[in-house]
């Protein structure tokens, strides 16, 4: 009897166990988002974490996955040669002009060719996006990117979602569907803090590491990875500057090549006295 009471109980905690557990909330919308994206021809990616970088633009200044943080991005790998890669840009363009600025930023990174050549064909195609230029493929081979066009959908922290390899049709019915339902259920929207480059801010022509040294990071922020180590007193050029939630940030080239960004507060100009 009471071996009947023992499997009777293991039976109803078995049969309970399910609705105590349930998945969480953010766990269904993951799924629900794949299952969005899959219906729309793109797949799970191969990558997790966005591979972040800093990359001279089109236009001269300067552009990072970082800036974008917030909402989504539409991470395109393209050149102005490649017969699919034009194919699918007027669509893309009228997808930027959808959902730009309510929470979707299309990049397109250029791979190999030139500004000039970029702005040209921007221009004859009445093309306005983002075209970073990743003049040396390392940004593509970071992304496991040898063929192209290749395109990845990055959520707003920076973890790679979805990814679409050849052309694509971003325009149509059921993709801009599917991006106002993506959009609508994480609430997105670029936030108020978000920092963006000040290229009128006047710059100092070289800036060093204060006493305690510094630290060159891959994004505007101090939890992120670190590039490099600035030794106390170690010069750098700085590039740009952004400012945002109460601090500011100089986008920088060290002695040794690395770009990146370090904190306003780690540097001092070559004049200043301790």
């Known amino acids: ?52 970088f800093t990359l001279r633009d089109a236009n001269g200044g300067f552009s990072n996955l970082a800036q974008y943080r917030g909402g989504l991005v539409l991470l395109n790998f393209w050149a102005t040669w490649c017969g699919p890669c034009r194919e699918e840009m007027p669509s893309m363009e009228q997808l930027s002009r959808k959902f730009g600025g309510q929470g979707l930023a299309v990049v397109a990174l250029n791979q190999r060719e030139s500004a000039a050549l970029v702005n040209r064909f921007m221009k004859n195609h009445a093309l306005n996006f983002s075209t970073p230029l990743d003049t040396d493929g390392r ?34 019915a059921a993709v801009v ?63 740009g500057k952004v400012s945002g939630a109460g601090e500011f940030w100089y986008m920088v080239k060290t002695q040794g090549g690395v770009l990146g960004w370090v904190r306003g507060s780690e540097l001092e100009s070559p004049g200043e006295t301790e």
Do not use: N
């Open 139 to 172: 940004v593509a081979a970071s992304y496991g990117v040898y063929g192209i066009p290749v395109t990845y959908l990055i959520d707003e922290s920076g973890h790679a979602i979805g990814r679409k390899s050849g052309p694509h049709d971003w325009a149509s």
């Open 1 to 52: 009897m009471k071996m009947c009471r023992k499997v009777i109980l293991i039976r109803i905690v078995s049969a309970l166990l399910p609705l105590v557990f349930l998945p969480p909330a953010r766990a269904q919308q993951a799924k629900s988002s794949q299952d969005l994206l899959k219906s729309i021809g793109l797949s799970k990616p191969p990558l997790s974490k966005a591979p972040e």
């Open 177 to 239: 569907d599917a991006f106002r339902k993506l959009i609508g259920a994480g609430g997105r929207s670029v936030p108020a803090g978000t920092m963006a480059l000040e290229p009128k801010t006047p710059l100092p022509r070289s800036l060093r590491a204060k006493a305690e040294g510094a630290l060159v990071r891959g994004q505007q922020d101090a939890q992120s990875g670190a590039l490099a180590k600035l030794a106390p007193g170690e010069e750098i050029v700085p590039l």
